[in-house]
């Protein structure tokens, strides 16, 4: 499958139109014959659903494809759910998922952007690129992105894994967090790591990204060498930490994730 963004459609319209529609973070999934999709133009005038706030993607293999939401679902039908983007992650393609990832990530920004930060004055989309601009005073606002690092400490033939408070399965993961203004991706590494778990890093190398549409992270990822130092938790968002052989891992995140590649790469997977 091929997709290729776009922000303005070409025109014509499409029956065959892919609508990535979102509620409260929620994703309106299309359910026939077990298989997970999404609902196409023609499914959305058979059940009468207009949605609201709508944004061009780009195409899929040809396909139209739209970002939207419902702002009061009107949903109520058995071939038709509501579902949080990660409990598809594994039963939806994996193409549908990302693009349903970006469309998430563009309602949100759409949602969060109606208004002028500066006057308050209703903003206005761009002709001629993703951004909306206030046509009062001028200021433009593009998606925004909040970049994360995510890092795989590894000490000899160990790796560090966390339990994070917010994790709502049982999971041990490795560390990640937020970049700071002003800060470098090394930098926030080793300040994330001293906050998180007492410790210090050394040789950090890059590994890879990921976008994480919950609901506008860009995760990226790196792989440390333990430096010096004896894990002690933060209490507020790590509340479990140690090293782990390969042979003795714990519960680890999904397939889908960055957090897993980084792993995965630790135990030769
Ligand atoms: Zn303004």
Not at 29 to 34: M, P, T, V
Not at 48 to 77: I, K, M, W
Not at 114 to 127: D, N, P, V, W
Not at 182 to 204: A, F, M, P, S
Request: one cysteine or more; glycine letters at 6%; hydrophobic letters at 40%.
């Amino acid at each position: 499958m091929q997709f290729i963004p776009d922000f303005k459609p070409a025109s014509g319209e499409q029956a065959s139109a892919l609508w990535f529609i979102f509620n409260k973070g929620k994703l309106l999934i299309k359910i026939k014959n077990d298989i997970i999709t999404v609902p196409n133009t023609s499914d959305l005038s058979e059940n009468n659903l207009t949605p609201d706030r709508f944004q061009y993607l780009g195409t899929l293999d040809g396909h139209a494809c739209y970002a939207a939401e419902f702002v009061d679902s009107p949903l109520d039908a058995n071939d038709y759910k509501f579902k949080d983007l990660r409990s598809i992650f594994g039963l939806m393609e994996e193409d549908l998922i990302w693009i349903a990832g970006r469309a998430n990530q563009l309602v949100d920004w759409s949602r969060t952007h109606q208004y002028c930060g500066a006057c308050g004055h209703l903003t206005e989309e761009k002709t001629d690129e993703r951004a909306k601009i206030c046509p009062q005073c001028g200021v433009v606002n593009y998606p925004r992105l909040s970049p994360a690092v995510i890092v795989a400490v590894v000490k000899g033939k160990q790796i560090l894994l966390a339990r994070n408070k917010r994790f709502k399965l049982p999971f041990y993961s490795v560390l990640a967090g937020f970049v700071e203004p002003g800060e470098t991706l090394e930098e926030c590494v080793q300040r994330e790591i001293l906050e998180e778990v007492g410790i210090t890093v050394k040789n950090i190398r890059y590994f890879g990204s990921q976008p994480w549409p919950f609901p506008n992270s860009l995760m990226i990822a790196f792989v440390a060498d333990y430096a010096d130092g004896e894990i002690s938790c933060d209490g507020s968002e790590i509340i479990e930490a140690a090293w782990f052989s390969k042979d003795k891992l714990p519960q680890i995140p999904p397939k889908i994730s960055i957090a897993r590649q980084l792993i995965d790469e630790f135990t030769g997977r």
